[in-house]
Protein backbone atom coordinates (compact mmCIF):
# COMPACT_ATOMS: atom_id res chain seq x y z
CA UNK A 1 0.00 0.00 0.00
CA UNK A 2 1.59 3.16 -1.11
CA UNK A 3 1.16 6.29 1.52
CA UNK A 4 3.97 8.38 0.41
CA UNK A 5 2.26 11.02 -1.76
CA UNK A 6 4.39 13.68 -0.35
CA UNK A 7 7.61 12.25 -1.73
CA UNK A 8 6.07 11.60 -5.21
CA UNK A 9 3.10 10.97 -6.52
CA UNK A 10 2.19 8.17 -10.11
CA UNK A 11 1.28 10.49 -13.51
CA UNK A 12 -2.20 11.19 -13.92
CA UNK A 13 -3.89 8.94 -16.92
CA UNK A 14 -4.45 12.09 -19.21
CA UNK A 15 -0.90 13.52 -18.01
CA UNK A 16 0.56 10.28 -19.58
CA UNK A 17 -1.56 10.67 -22.46
CA UNK A 18 -0.06 14.32 -22.91
CA UNK A 19 3.12 13.20 -22.42
CA UNK A 20 3.05 10.49 -25.17
CA UNK A 21 1.23 12.46 -27.30
CA UNK A 22 3.70 15.79 -27.08
CA UNK A 23 6.49 13.17 -27.59
CA UNK A 24 5.04 11.98 -30.61
CA UNK A 25 3.43 15.02 -32.49
CA UNK A 26 5.09 17.89 -30.66
CA UNK A 27 8.90 17.25 -31.32
CA UNK A 28 9.66 20.66 -33.35
CA UNK A 29 12.17 23.12 -31.67
CA UNK A 30 9.42 25.73 -30.00
CA UNK A 31 11.68 28.88 -31.16
CA UNK A 32 11.46 27.36 -34.63
CA UNK A 33 8.86 28.94 -37.51
CA UNK A 34 6.89 25.56 -39.18
CA UNK A 35 3.86 23.92 -38.33
CA UNK A 36 5.93 21.38 -36.15
CA UNK A 37 7.33 23.77 -33.82
CA UNK A 38 4.32 26.01 -33.79
CA UNK A 39 2.44 22.91 -32.57
CA UNK A 40 4.92 22.55 -29.27
CA UNK A 41 5.17 26.27 -28.83
CA UNK A 42 1.22 26.25 -28.55
CA UNK A 43 1.33 23.73 -26.54
CA UNK A 44 4.01 25.29 -24.38
CA UNK A 45 1.79 28.71 -24.23
CA UNK A 46 -1.43 25.81 -22.91
CA UNK A 47 0.44 24.75 -20.04
CA UNK A 48 1.47 27.79 -19.32
CA UNK A 49 -1.98 29.27 -19.43
CA UNK A 50 -3.22 26.33 -17.33
CA UNK A 51 -0.47 26.76 -14.56
CA UNK A 52 -1.45 30.23 -14.21
CA UNK A 53 -4.98 29.86 -13.69
CA UNK A 54 -4.14 27.52 -10.86
CA UNK A 55 -2.93 29.57 -8.77
CA UNK A 56 -4.20 33.44 -10.05
CA UNK A 57 -1.10 34.58 -11.97
CA UNK A 58 -0.39 36.01 -15.16
CA UNK A 59 0.65 34.08 -18.11
CA UNK A 60 4.29 35.69 -18.34
CA UNK A 61 4.56 35.27 -14.52
CA UNK A 62 5.20 31.63 -14.71
CA UNK A 63 9.27 30.56 -15.89
CA UNK A 64 9.53 27.13 -16.53
CA UNK A 65 12.21 24.80 -14.60
CA UNK A 66 13.73 21.91 -14.22
CA UNK A 67 12.28 21.21 -11.21
CA UNK A 68 11.85 22.71 -7.34
CA UNK A 69 14.81 22.60 -6.97
CA UNK A 70 16.15 24.86 -9.52
CA UNK A 71 13.15 27.40 -8.75
CA UNK A 72 14.17 27.79 -5.62
CA UNK A 73 17.83 28.62 -6.18
CA UNK A 74 16.39 31.08 -9.08
CA UNK A 75 14.84 33.36 -6.06
CA UNK A 76 17.29 32.76 -3.46
CA UNK A 77 20.50 33.20 -5.45
CA UNK A 78 18.63 35.84 -7.91
CA UNK A 79 18.13 37.91 -4.12
CA UNK A 80 22.11 38.56 -4.55
CA UNK A 81 22.38 39.86 -7.68
CA UNK A 82 18.99 41.97 -6.66
CA UNK A 83 20.95 43.50 -3.83
CA UNK A 84 24.12 44.21 -5.70
CA UNK A 85 22.03 46.21 -8.71
CA UNK A 86 19.99 47.49 -5.28
CA UNK A 87 23.43 48.27 -3.85
CA UNK A 88 25.18 50.51 -6.58
CA UNK A 89 21.79 52.82 -7.27
CA UNK A 90 20.84 53.14 -3.58
CA UNK A 91 21.91 57.17 -2.41
CA UNK A 92 21.53 55.75 1.34
CA UNK A 93 24.66 54.84 3.89
CA UNK A 94 23.64 51.59 5.31
CA UNK A 95 26.06 48.99 4.19
CA UNK A 96 26.55 45.71 4.68
CA UNK A 97 25.68 42.05 3.50
CA UNK A 98 22.54 41.50 2.58
CA UNK A 99 20.11 39.71 4.63
CA UNK A 100 17.87 36.75 4.01
CA UNK A 101 15.21 35.52 6.61
CA UNK A 102 13.53 31.91 6.66
CA UNK A 103 12.60 29.08 8.90
CA UNK A 104 14.32 26.25 10.82
CA UNK A 105 11.70 23.95 9.06
CA UNK A 106 12.45 24.53 4.84
CA UNK A 107 13.36 21.82 2.63
CA UNK A 108 16.87 21.40 1.87
CA UNK A 109 16.55 23.16 -1.50
CA UNK A 110 15.69 26.18 0.47
CA UNK A 111 18.09 25.89 3.70
CA UNK A 112 21.27 24.40 1.57
CA UNK A 113 21.26 27.68 -1.04
CA UNK A 114 21.04 29.83 1.75
CA UNK A 115 23.87 28.14 3.99
CA UNK A 116 26.04 28.07 0.73
CA UNK A 117 25.95 31.41 0.36
CA UNK A 118 26.21 32.41 4.37
CA UNK A 119 29.02 29.81 4.37
CA UNK A 120 31.03 32.15 1.85
CA UNK A 121 30.20 35.41 3.39
CA UNK A 122 28.24 36.57 0.59
CA UNK A 123 24.80 37.12 2.94
CA UNK A 124 23.43 37.18 6.66
CA UNK A 125 21.28 34.83 7.68
CA UNK A 126 18.26 34.59 9.95
CA UNK A 127 16.83 30.97 10.17
CA UNK A 128 13.57 31.40 12.46
CA UNK A 129 12.58 28.84 14.51
CA UNK A 130 8.94 27.24 14.66
CA UNK A 131 6.76 26.90 17.72
CA UNK A 132 5.46 23.55 19.19
CA UNK A 133 3.09 23.05 16.72
CA UNK A 134 5.04 23.36 14.12
CA UNK A 135 3.94 26.60 12.87
CA UNK A 136 6.15 30.03 12.25
CA UNK A 137 4.89 32.71 14.08
CA UNK A 138 4.65 35.84 11.87
CA UNK A 139 5.96 38.22 14.52
CA UNK A 140 8.90 36.19 14.95
CA UNK A 141 9.70 36.70 11.09
CA UNK A 142 8.88 40.08 11.09
CA UNK A 143 11.26 40.37 14.06
CA UNK A 144 14.13 39.83 11.68
CA UNK A 145 13.71 42.02 9.65
CA UNK A 146 16.66 44.63 9.15
CA UNK A 147 17.64 47.77 6.98
CA UNK A 148 19.49 45.31 4.23
CA UNK A 149 16.56 42.46 4.65
CA UNK A 150 16.58 41.18 1.03
CA UNK A 151 14.23 38.01 0.91
CA UNK A 152 12.31 36.50 2.77
CA UNK A 153 11.30 32.49 2.22
CA UNK A 154 8.80 30.47 4.29
CA UNK A 155 7.26 27.38 2.80
CA UNK A 156 3.84 26.72 2.65
CA UNK A 157 2.88 23.88 4.18
CA UNK A 158 5.64 21.68 5.44
CA UNK A 159 6.28 18.35 4.06
CA UNK A 160 6.80 16.24 7.07
CA UNK A 161 4.01 17.72 9.31
CA UNK A 162 1.67 18.79 7.12
CA UNK A 163 1.49 22.03 8.88
CA UNK A 164 0.26 25.03 6.68
CA UNK A 165 2.41 28.29 7.15
CA UNK A 166 0.64 31.57 7.13
CA UNK A 167 2.37 32.88 4.35
CA UNK A 168 -0.55 35.39 3.25
CA UNK A 169 -0.51 36.89 7.09
CA UNK A 170 3.33 37.57 6.26
CA UNK A 171 3.07 38.45 2.99
CA UNK A 172 0.18 41.70 3.80
CA UNK A 173 2.88 42.85 6.72
CA UNK A 174 6.06 42.69 4.13
CA UNK A 175 3.69 44.80 1.64
CA UNK A 176 3.34 47.24 4.35
CA UNK A 177 6.65 47.35 5.65
CA UNK A 178 8.06 47.85 1.76
CA UNK A 179 5.49 51.36 1.41
CA UNK A 180 7.97 52.32 4.21
CA UNK A 181 11.18 50.96 3.15
CA UNK A 182 10.55 52.49 -0.55
CA UNK A 183 10.07 56.01 1.29
CA UNK A 184 13.29 55.19 3.70
CA UNK A 185 15.07 54.61 0.78
CA UNK A 186 15.84 50.76 1.90
CA UNK A 187 15.71 48.21 -0.27
CA UNK A 188 11.99 46.29 -0.95
CA UNK A 189 12.09 42.88 0.36
CA UNK A 190 11.30 40.45 -1.94
CA UNK A 191 9.47 37.11 -0.62
CA UNK A 192 9.66 33.54 -1.64
CA UNK A 193 7.27 30.39 -0.88
CA UNK A 194 7.97 26.86 -1.50
CA UNK A 195 4.95 25.65 -2.46
CA UNK A 196 5.68 22.27 -3.15
CA UNK A 197 3.08 20.41 -0.79
CA UNK A 198 0.53 22.61 -1.29
CA UNK A 199 -0.24 22.74 -4.95
CA UNK A 200 -2.79 19.96 -5.83
CA UNK A 201 -4.22 19.70 -1.92
CA UNK A 202 -5.07 23.30 -1.27
CA UNK A 203 -6.25 25.83 -3.56
CA UNK A 204 -3.21 28.42 -3.88
CA UNK A 205 -3.62 32.01 -4.82
CA UNK A 206 -0.32 34.16 -5.58
CA UNK A 207 -2.64 37.49 -4.86
CA UNK A 208 -3.75 36.38 -2.00
CA UNK A 209 -0.36 34.76 -0.41
CA UNK A 210 1.24 38.60 -1.75
CA UNK A 211 4.32 36.73 -2.97
CA UNK A 212 6.87 37.65 -5.20
CA UNK A 213 7.94 34.06 -5.73
CA UNK A 214 5.84 30.85 -5.81
CA UNK A 215 8.17 27.27 -6.42
CA UNK A 216 5.75 24.75 -8.36
CA UNK A 217 6.65 20.89 -8.75
CA UNK A 218 5.13 18.47 -11.12
CA UNK A 219 5.45 15.50 -9.32
CA UNK A 220 3.93 16.02 -5.91
CA UNK A 221 0.63 16.71 -7.80
CA UNK A 222 0.51 13.65 -10.33
CA UNK A 223 2.70 15.72 -12.94
CA UNK A 224 6.14 15.12 -14.46
CA UNK A 225 9.18 15.59 -12.84
CA UNK A 226 9.92 19.13 -13.88
CA UNK A 227 8.80 22.30 -12.32
CA UNK A 228 8.13 26.27 -12.50
CA UNK A 229 8.87 29.35 -10.70
CA UNK A 230 5.97 31.80 -10.22
CA UNK A 231 7.42 35.43 -10.86
CA UNK A 232 5.03 38.40 -9.84
CA UNK A 233 5.62 40.34 -13.22
CA UNK A 234 8.77 38.59 -14.44
CA UNK A 235 11.22 41.09 -14.75
CA UNK A 236 9.40 44.30 -14.93
CA UNK A 237 7.62 44.27 -11.41
CA UNK A 238 9.82 41.37 -9.68
CA UNK A 239 13.57 40.81 -10.83
CA UNK A 240 14.50 37.40 -12.28
CA UNK A 241 17.99 36.68 -12.82
CA UNK A 242 18.64 33.57 -14.56
CA UNK A 243 20.93 31.01 -13.02
CA UNK A 244 22.26 29.46 -16.80
CA UNK A 245 23.39 31.04 -20.02
CA UNK A 246 22.27 30.59 -23.60
CA UNK A 247 19.39 30.95 -25.77
CA UNK A 248 16.58 33.60 -25.37
CA UNK A 249 14.16 30.72 -23.84
CA UNK A 250 11.63 32.06 -21.13
CA UNK A 251 12.45 34.96 -22.16
CA UNK A 252 15.53 34.67 -21.32
CA UNK A 253 15.25 33.99 -17.96
CA UNK A 254 15.86 30.33 -18.32
CA UNK A 255 18.16 29.53 -21.63
CA UNK A 256 18.17 25.59 -22.96
CA UNK A 257 15.59 24.37 -25.29
CA UNK A 258 12.04 23.70 -23.61
CA UNK A 259 11.46 20.55 -22.92
CA UNK A 260 7.61 20.28 -24.24
CA UNK A 261 6.47 16.99 -23.68
CA UNK A 262 7.31 17.72 -19.87
CA UNK A 263 6.17 21.17 -20.10
CA UNK A 264 2.75 19.44 -21.61
CA UNK A 265 2.14 17.33 -18.79
CA UNK A 266 2.54 19.54 -16.34
CA UNK A 267 0.15 21.93 -18.11
CA UNK A 268 -2.33 19.05 -17.92
CA UNK A 269 -1.90 18.18 -14.37
CA UNK A 270 -2.11 22.02 -13.57
CA UNK A 271 -5.59 21.53 -15.37
CA UNK A 272 -6.33 18.70 -13.09
CA UNK A 273 -5.85 20.45 -10.10
CA UNK A 274 -8.07 23.76 -11.22
CA UNK A 275 -11.68 21.35 -12.36
CA UNK A 276 -10.81 19.13 -9.08
CA UNK A 277 -9.48 20.31 -6.19
CA UNK A 278 -12.43 20.26 -4.32
CA UNK A 279 -12.87 16.57 -4.75
CA UNK A 280 -8.81 16.14 -4.09
CA UNK A 281 -9.35 17.47 -0.32
CA UNK A 282 -12.11 16.15 0.16
CA UNK A 283 -11.09 13.02 -0.78
CA UNK A 284 -7.86 13.28 0.45
CA UNK A 285 -9.53 14.74 4.24
CA UNK A 286 -11.83 11.64 4.47
CA UNK A 287 -9.27 9.13 3.91
CA UNK A 288 -6.42 10.98 6.59
CA UNK A 289 -9.31 11.14 9.23
CA UNK A 290 -10.27 7.63 8.69
CA UNK A 291 -6.29 6.93 8.64
CA UNK A 292 -5.91 8.19 11.96
CA UNK A 293 -9.23 7.07 14.23
CA UNK A 294 -7.98 3.35 13.01
CA UNK A 295 -4.45 4.09 14.25
CA UNK A 296 -5.71 5.14 17.66
CA UNK A 297 -8.71 2.16 17.24
CA UNK A 298 -6.17 -0.72 16.26
CA UNK A 299 -2.74 0.28 18.13
CA UNK A 300 -4.64 1.71 21.06
CA UNK A 301 -4.50 6.07 21.76
CA UNK A 302 -1.57 5.27 24.88
CA UNK A 303 0.58 3.83 21.54
CA UNK A 304 0.32 7.02 19.23
CA UNK A 305 0.85 10.20 19.28
CA UNK A 306 -0.08 12.46 16.11
CA UNK A 307 2.68 15.26 15.76
CA UNK A 308 2.27 18.88 15.08
CA UNK A 309 -1.82 17.64 15.37
CA UNK A 310 -2.86 20.57 17.80
CA UNK A 311 -6.37 22.80 17.13
CA UNK A 312 -3.52 25.88 16.58
CA UNK A 313 -2.54 25.01 13.53
CA UNK A 314 -4.42 23.81 9.97
CA UNK A 315 -2.65 20.88 8.47
CA UNK A 316 -2.52 19.92 4.64
CA UNK A 317 -5.68 17.39 4.33
CA UNK A 318 -3.46 14.26 3.46
CA UNK A 319 -0.84 13.98 5.86
CA UNK A 320 -0.64 12.40 9.31
CA UNK A 321 2.70 12.45 11.59
CA UNK A 322 2.58 9.44 13.60
CA UNK A 323 4.88 8.51 16.66
CA UNK A 324 4.09 4.91 17.69
CA UNK A 325 5.56 4.84 21.25
CA UNK A 326 6.02 2.04 23.50
CA UNK A 327 7.30 -0.55 21.41
CA UNK A 328 10.89 0.17 21.36
CA UNK A 329 11.09 0.35 17.82
CA UNK A 330 12.03 3.45 15.74
CA UNK A 331 9.92 4.20 12.96
CA UNK A 332 12.38 2.68 10.15
CA UNK A 333 12.27 -0.35 11.97
CA UNK A 334 8.95 -0.70 12.40
CA UNK A 335 8.63 0.24 8.65
CA UNK A 336 10.85 -2.66 7.60
CA UNK A 337 8.94 -4.93 9.38
CA UNK A 338 5.19 -3.77 7.06
CA UNK A 339 4.99 -6.47 4.61
CA UNK A 340 3.22 -4.00 2.45
CA UNK A 341 3.26 -0.04 3.84
CA UNK A 342 5.19 1.86 1.05
CA UNK A 343 5.83 4.93 3.63
CA UNK A 344 8.63 7.13 5.40
CA UNK A 345 9.77 8.64 8.23
CA UNK A 346 10.71 11.87 6.93
CA UNK A 347 11.50 14.02 3.64
CA UNK A 348 12.34 11.42 1.30
CA UNK A 349 16.03 12.98 -0.04
CA UNK A 350 16.74 12.81 4.35
CA UNK A 351 18.72 10.10 5.79
CA UNK A 352 16.23 7.36 7.17
CA UNK A 353 17.91 6.27 10.23
CA UNK A 354 18.14 9.20 12.63
CA UNK A 355 14.83 11.56 13.80
CA UNK A 356 13.38 13.77 11.45
CA UNK A 357 14.86 17.15 12.23
CA UNK A 358 11.86 18.75 11.48
CA UNK A 359 10.30 17.32 14.14
CA UNK A 360 13.22 18.09 16.30
CA UNK A 361 12.95 21.31 15.11
CA UNK A 362 9.09 21.52 16.41
CA UNK A 363 10.09 20.81 19.51
CA UNK A 364 9.34 17.09 19.64
CA UNK A 365 11.48 15.25 22.15
CA UNK A 366 13.94 12.68 20.29
CA UNK A 367 12.80 9.30 21.63
CA UNK A 368 9.29 10.21 20.09
CA UNK A 369 10.68 11.56 16.60
CA UNK A 370 12.91 8.44 16.97
CA UNK A 371 9.57 6.47 16.57
CA UNK A 372 7.44 8.77 13.72
CA UNK A 373 6.46 7.77 10.88
CA UNK A 374 4.65 9.99 7.80
CA UNK A 375 1.90 8.94 5.97
CA UNK A 376 0.67 11.03 2.91
CA UNK A 377 -3.19 9.73 1.00
CA UNK A 378 -3.45 10.50 -2.42
CA UNK A 379 -6.26 10.95 -4.67
CA UNK A 380 -7.26 7.30 -4.94
CA UNK A 381 -6.34 6.00 -1.64
CA UNK A 382 -9.10 3.64 0.00
CA UNK A 383 -10.64 2.97 3.04
CA UNK A 384 -9.68 -1.24 2.17
CA UNK A 385 -6.19 0.18 1.87
CA UNK A 386 -6.19 2.21 4.72
CA UNK A 387 -7.53 -1.37 6.54
CA UNK A 388 -4.71 -3.28 5.62
CA UNK A 389 -2.16 -0.53 6.25
CA UNK A 390 -2.81 -0.67 9.89
CA UNK A 391 -3.22 -4.31 10.01
CA UNK A 392 0.06 -4.43 8.65
CA UNK A 393 1.67 -2.06 10.76
CA UNK A 394 0.14 -4.06 13.54
CA UNK A 395 1.60 -7.12 12.88
CA UNK A 396 5.27 -5.34 12.43
CA UNK A 397 4.72 -4.62 16.22
CA UNK A 398 3.47 -7.60 17.15
CA UNK A 399 6.11 -9.39 15.58
CA UNK A 400 8.88 -7.30 17.81
CA UNK A 401 6.87 -8.02 21.38
CA UNK A 402 6.70 -11.72 20.45
CA UNK A 403 10.70 -11.61 19.73
CA UNK A 404 11.32 -9.73 23.05
Given at each position: ??????????????V???????????????????P???????????????????????????????????????????????????????????K????????????????L??K???????I??S????????????????????????????M?A???????????????????????????????????S??A??????AV??????????????????????????A??????????????????????R??????????????????????????????????????????????????I??????????????C??????????G??I?????H???????????????????I?????????A??????????????????A???????I???????
Amino acid sequence: MYLDYNATTPIASSVALKIISSLKNEWGNPSSKYPVAEMALKSITYSRMHLSKMIGADLDDIIFTSGGTEANNMAILGALDYFKDWEQNCNTFVKGKPHIITTNVEHDATILPIKHLEKKGLIECSVVAVSSDGCICPEEILAQIRPLTCLVTVMMANNETGVIMPVAIIGRHIKDINRRRKLEGLIEILYHSDAAQAIGKIAVDVLDLQVDYLTIVGHKFYGPRVGCLYARGAGKVTPVYPLLFGGAQERGFRPGTENTPMIAGLGEAARLVCENLGSYYSHMLQMRDYLEEQLKHELGESHVIFNCHNKTVTRLPNTCNVSVVGVGLTGQEILSRCKHIMASTGAACHAQDKPSGVLIASQIPPHIAASAIRFSVGRETTKTEIDEAVQDLKQAIGIHFEHK
